[in-house]
């Protein structure tokens, strides 16, 4: 019931997205070069106006909306036991609060995110054997979940602080996901060490402390909750702590982040 509650919010937000996006002119009710305004339904364009005027109320109060559907399709041409395909998907729903707008706690903001996969896995329908996964948003459950729920506060001299339910990959080692497969996508210790470090959508409870240090980079230390429990799929919606946990994580980071010539690097 969860799950199909969170498909429908996001199913409807997304679409009044997809006609926000057909209007590419300069005035915002135009609608998309080559299609004529007569054939967009008025349903859909109202629902789309409503909404774009209502996130930009919400966004000058101090609360930012998100919302997002990810589709991957794979296809095996050799290897395996058959040549197949399958689909694997993710839906998500968020809000950044700033909290110095919302309730006058400066320089403090509040992010809850929810999460949810469904679809297929096609290295193991059939039998490829791959070390990594070549659809990178399968896995840890087809089932709705609380991804993000935390607190950043920023401070004086570079100092930031995260306390919440987070997940490793956001801040410690983090890597763009530009491509399907795994091997490209996110951050490495927790696709290696999946059993104990938790990326994306497997948060726990945890926290960061940042220095960012102007001309050089930043250097952060960090505290996770280490606990299985996380993986599962009861209360997993809710910001439950959970017993039985095995230990805690304390990973380092120290980043260096050059410009050569006008072009960033890490």
Known sequence: MRSQFVRRCIGFLAGGAVVCCAGTSANAGDAAPGISSSTVPQQFQSLADDWSRFKTYLRERGIDVQFGYVNELASNATGGVRSSAAYADQYTLGA??????????????????????????????????????????????????????????????????????????????????????????????????????????????????????????????????????????????????????????FPVELAWLPNFGGLPGS
């Not at 297929?120 to 709705?144: C, I, K, P």
């Not at 945890?206 to 429990?229: C, E, H, M, S, W």
């Open 96 to 249: 950044t609060i700033d909290l110095d707008r919302v309730a006058g706690i400066r320089d403090t903001v509040f992010q809850v995110t929810v999460t949810e996969h469904t679809g297929r896995n096609l290295s193991d329908d059939v039998g490829l054997g791959t070390l990594q996964q070549m659809q990178e948003v399968f896995g840890r459950g087809q089932t709705a979940r609380l991804t993000q729920f935390w607190l950043d506060r920023k401070f004086s001299g570079g100092i930031d602080w995260k306390l919440g339910r987070m997940t490793f990959g956001e801040d410690f080692a983090s890597f763009s996901c530009d491509f399907q497969n795994l091997t490209f996508c996110g951050s490495d210790p927790g696709n290696l060490v999946g059993n104990y470090i938790f990326n994306w959508p497997i948060s726990q409870w945890g926290t960061r402390l940042k220095i960012n240090v102007d001309g050089f980079g930043y250097f952060q230390i960090g505290a996770y909750d280490v606990n299985p429990k996380y993986l599962g799929v009861q209360d997993a919606l809710l910001p439950v702590v959970f017993s039985g946990s095995s230990g805690a994580l």
